[in-house]
T-cell receptor, first 113, second 114 residues
Framework: GIQVEQSPPDLILQEGANSTLRCNFSDSVNNLQWFHQNPWGQLINLFYIPSGTKQNGRLSATTVATERYSLLYISSSQTTDSGVYFCAVEPNIGGTSYGKLTFGQGTILTVHP | KAGVTQTPRYLIKTRGQQVTLSCSPISGHRSVSWYQQTPGQGLQFLFEYFSETQRNKGNFPGRFSGRQFSNSRSEMNVSTLELGDSALYLC?????????????FGPGTRLTVT
């Protein structure tokens, strides 16, 4: 099946710093999503970005589908950005793989005041 | 629009028992997927239902089963619980139409097996 690798596994920042999280995937995809998991376990949608670039406030994401990677940028980080960030993909297998997201292992982000 | 809801939020069961978890998707969404999250294995896909039909299944034993009703609500059942079934169970819903595969997750059900 498709492989998803996230880096770095852990990231420690001071408030106000910028960061870049990376997601590499092994096959073409028709869905790529970035999530932030809150302390209670819920996955919060950040971006649906199978290709291209999107921005939402201090966060932005870019997916280069032809090179099979995606980047999540966090600018001017805040302590509330702390948590686990997941990249997840659904491969393009003859059109769809029917609702199966494959997740990376996540990046644990800690932002200190 | 209301988000994805899951009930119950927390559950404690004894080894050997069975459990049923419920998921109500976002209104209009016809696809529901289920995932298991554990510290050791991360987030793993269980199965996906669309219009009451299971279209996809992950690598889990037959003790894990599910179904979907005509209103798109879904349930998953785990029989003969084992200690290793302790996990956070997440469901997600999607329109699942061409170009719109984005999944939206519920808050999860945290299952503890003792």
């Amino acid at each position: 099946g498709i492989q998803v690798e996230q880096s770095p596994p852990d990231l420690i920042l001071q408030e106000g710093a910028n960061s870049t999280l990376r997601c590499n995937f092994s096959d073409s995809v028709n869905n790529l999503q970035w999530f932030h998991q809150n302390p209670w376990g819920q996955l919060i949608n950040l971006f649906y970005i199978p290709s291209g670039t999107k921005q939402n406030g201090r966060l932005s994401a870019t997916t280069v589908a032809t090179e099979r990677y995606s980047l999540l940028y966090i600018s001017s980080s805040q302590t509330t950005d702390s948590g686990v960030y997941f990249c997840a993909v659904e491969p393009n297998i003859g059109g769809t793989s029917y609702g199966k997201l494959t997740f990376g292992q996540g990046t644990i982000l800690t932002v200190h005041p | 629009k209301a988000g994805v809801t899951q009930t119950p939020r927390y559950l404690i069961k004894t080894r050997g028992q069975q459990v049923t978890l419920s998921c109500s998707p976002i209104s209009g969404h016809r696809s529901v997927s289920w995932y298991q999250q554990t510290p050791g294995q991360g987030l793993q896909f269980l199965f996906e239902y669309f219009s009451e039909t299971q279209r996809n299944k992950g690598n889990f034993p037959g003790r894990f089963s599910g179904r979907q009703f005509s209103n798109s609500r879904s349930e998953m059942n785990v029989s003969t619980l084992e200690l290793g079934d302790s996990a956070l169970y997440l469901c997600a819903s999607s329109l699942a139409e061409t170009g719109t595969y984005e999944q939206y997750f519920g808050p999860g059900t945290r299952l503890t097996v003792t």
